[in-house]
Structure formats: C-alpha cells, structure tokens
C-alpha cells in the first residue's frame, strides 16, 4: 500500500473559521510533510515531522497550526485564514526524513477562503 | 537555499514529437529526483538520480544526471496524450550531517499534447 489519504478533498471556509485537513499513511513512514501549492506553481513545503516531532517550520504564520497525533496522522488546523491561503495543500510522508528520500504524496485539499 | 532552474516553462508538442526538460542548479547536487503530476492531480514520483552521469529509462521517458551532478534532464521520445502534466524536478541540498533535508522543486515544465 503506498497511499496517502487526505480528507477534505474540497474545503470552503470563511475567515473566521476554523477547520482542519487531516492525512493519513500506513506505510509505516516516519516522517509526514504539509506543502501548500497555487496554480501553476511548485508545491512549498510548509512542515515537516520527523518521528511525529516537528523537524522543519519554513516559517509559517500561526494560523496554520500542524499536529501529529501518531505515526500515521497529520492534521493541519486552520484559523483565521486569508483568501491569499486559497491553495492546493499537500500532504506527504517518506521512509525518513533525509536526502535522497521518495515522498508519496496524497491526492490534496482544495481549499477556498472567502 | 538551494534551488534548481528548470526550463522551458511550457511546451507545447504534436503528438510523436519528443520533448525535454531540462534542470540546472549553480551548485552540485546530491541527488535529483523526477515528479510528474497531471492537470488536477498532486505529484507523483517518477525517479531518482544519484551517480554522476547516471543514465536511467523508463518505457519511453529517459532521466540523464549530469557528469558535475549539475544538471538533469527528462526526455520523452514520441509524446502520447497521457504524458500531459507537470514535470517536476527536486532536490535535496548537498550537505553532510544535520537533518534538515528538504525537497526543493523547479518551478516545473507544462507539457500539453495535440492529438
């Protein structure tokens, strides 16, 4: 099995909601990653989790708020989000973080801020 | 950071015509990996390269590594409709120890294809 689910496949939010993407693997893949992608660009990594620790922040405002409740979940919590954030949002995992490292990623949410 | 150039932007082919990306970086790279992701879809992982000149091929796409682990290409020989999409090349930086490895992608090449 080398799937990685996300749900919602679609989210419209307003900018005083608050909700949240989640992402699921059972590859056994120690290390989950969020990018956030627009149109016609390259996805952007946004977090990393390594180990269900956070390893990497690429300086990310606060209201996106990520967790990690185990190895095979990811959640990205969502508040107080601006139409800019409208995007693509990735999830992905690896083997482990490190160089030379396949990421699987998942099929997204399309998210809609009004 | 490290980051990779990637060009052309777009392309547009006839179907059977051949096409290439190519990737470029100003530093040497550890490895280069190839995504593919289709119009709607999220990317997919095509392959890896990591010895220098490395020659790798898949059915109708070849991936080449660069002799300075400098630059890569994917070529398609004989584009089909289902080749449309996204190629992305990324890389991870080259550096020894530490452990904030980060996928970094080229902007990207659109490839459409008239039937």
Known sequence: DTEVTQTPKHLVMGMTNKKSLKCEQHMGHRAMYWYKQKAKKPPELMFVYSYEKLS??????????????????????????????????????????????????????????? | GQQVMQIPQYQHVQEGEDFTTYCNSSTTLSNIQWYKQRPGGHPVFLIQLVKSGEVKKQKRLTFQFGEAKKNSSLHITATQTTDVGTYFCACYPHWRGGSNYKLTFGKGTLLTVNP
């Open chain 1, 56 to 114: 990497i922040n690429e300086s990310v405002p606060s209201r996106f708020s990520p967790e990690c409740p185990n190895s095979s979940l990811l959640n990205l919590h969502l508040h107080a989000l601006q139409p800019e954030d409208s995007a693509l949002y990735l999830c992905a995992s690896s083997r482990q973080q490190g160089a030379g490292e396949t990421q699987y990623f998942g099929p997204g949410t399309r998210l809609l801020v009004l």
